[in-house]
């Protein structure tokens, strides 16, 4: 129990003036009385009777029930409460004492009330049955006594007290776990925000990712176009010299012949031709010409073969799930990958019996690009600077339900530091501008989206290997399983 | 011997140099030219017979073409540095800047890339 000095405010409501002070005598006197001390020490909880009292009155006089409706009003309305009031049962003219009390609760429901009665105006049942059930309300009987009215107050002014603590405990504790929902909420709201951005910011890496690998393919494509474009034009060039240079020869010898079945002198046309023939490097030519011919051919072959790699990597219609054939893709994929590799490793290709798999082929082959390349960075690693190569081997498998496309190389492996990070978005062991990191990150989104899995084995020094595994039914037929 | 230019080519791709072979035939009476598929190949040709012209492709495994024309330049600075590429990153394509004396980009007509040949023999 506090022992701070407080003022409590105690309303008295009495028509006899003589009542009023009494009152005063009995509780607005300093208590100098050792047995009040010792009283009120017991009802406050202190140990000994040597602390002060500490509880004093102030005493506010209304004579009528309407007065004590506008003194307790206009407390309120400044900001102040009375702890508690005495009211008189029977005050003429105005409002009986119940009427008075009903009036005040209304008014202020947390005042405590002594009712003074001379005789029974009302029983108790009836008082009940008037105000209800409350425990704000003690009986005393006039003539009362100054220690019940004293003891009275007294503990009234402290059940006041504690009541005005719970409540602004109370309110305290309610405003708190409002201002503490309305900050779960806004948390809420901003996760829900955040949450969006976040898909927002994965479909635009997983386009930024396609961007940078089409970038990058588009210059690897370009070179793989120019080279044999190179060389089909020039071998193409020299066949048409070629061809004027035997047309030439044969120009000659067919002059010959006609001279020689018209019966003429041949010989000098024969030398003429021989020259030709001499000049043009005639055994030169037998050589090369089917040879080049051929090499024109290769060359027109391999632009045509990246043209239609291409077509197939990066069709537009590939978003959407539809039956694949998955060897097919892996195909197109390394192909128009071969400019990432073909300085540094030589790719083997093991392509197993696949059923036809339902999937997304477009990202399915942007994982697997990402493996290759990340492929040949790590065999780079390894033999950059040196006359060695590495090998690549993408192989393809079906195991039961699932299609495998595994991804190896002998490079230079993944150390233990580093294997939990690597599917995380932004991690890189790349030169700043060669890689945004996003690469495995959004490979394993991928494939997670399809309800496969993408995982690796590597072993420092020896290689690495990457595994893609996706339904062959397709994700849908994933997401039931499932549920 | 001979007052016969010489050119040698260089690139990784066996069917590129079997092509420039077979176009530069007619020039064979003024040229004398070899063909290596590599930078370290191209080196040992240069230390034993000089070279007024060498062409190279710049992507390559091992020394890639910018990285062969410096050592060119530093070695036989006298000898004319061409570029001949399909593609290469932007900086293999910024070194072999500084040390090409013409860039010419595949696929080049081989009349340009003779003319270019022919200009630098002045």
Known sequence: MTSTEATRRVLIVDDNRAIHDDFRKILAAPAQDADLDALEAHLLGEATAQVAPTTSFELVSAYQGQEAHALVTAERAAGRRFALAFVDMRMPPGLDGLQTIEGLWAIDPDLQIVICSAFSDYSWSEIRARVGERDGLLIIKKPFDAIEVTQCAHALAAKWELARLARVHLDDLEARIRSRTAELQATNARLAIQMRELAQMESDLRLAQKLESVGRLAAGIAHEINTPVQYASDTATFLRDAFTDLIQVATGHAAVSRLVVDGHDAVAAARAAIDAEAEADLPFMLDAVPQAADQVLEGLGRVATIVRAMKVFAHPGQLDVAVTDLNRAVESTVTVARNEYRYVADLRLELGSVPPVNCRVGEINQAILNLVVNASHAISDVVEGTQRRGTIVVSTRADGDWACVSVSDDGCGIPETIRDKIFDPFFTTKEVGTGTGQGLALARSVIASHGGTLSFQSTVGHGTTFEIRIPIAGPAAVRVEAA | ?122
Not at chain 2, 7 to 28: I, Q, S, W
Not at chain 2, 82 to 88: D, E, F, K, M, P
Not at chain 2, 89 to 116: G, S, W
């Open chain 2, 1 to 122: 011997v001979t007052g016969k230019a010489r050119v040698l080519f260089v690139d990784d791709d066996e069917a590129v140099l079997k092509g420039l072979r077979l176009v530069t035939r007619g020039l064979r009476a003024r040229w004398e030219m070899e063909f290596v598929t590599g930078g370290v190949d191209a080196l040992s040709a240069m230390r034993i017979r000089r070279f007024d012209v060498v062409v190279s492709d710049l992507r390559m495994p091992g020394m890639d073409g910018a990285a062969l024309l410096d050592r060119v330049h530093a070695e036989f600075p006298s000898t004319v540095r061409i570029v001949l590429s399909g593609y290469a990153e932007p900086d293999v394509l910024e070194r072999a800047r500084r040390v090409a004396h013409t860039m010419l980009a595949k696929p080049c007509a081989h009349l340009e890339l003779c003319a270019a040949i022919e200009r630098s023999m002045g």
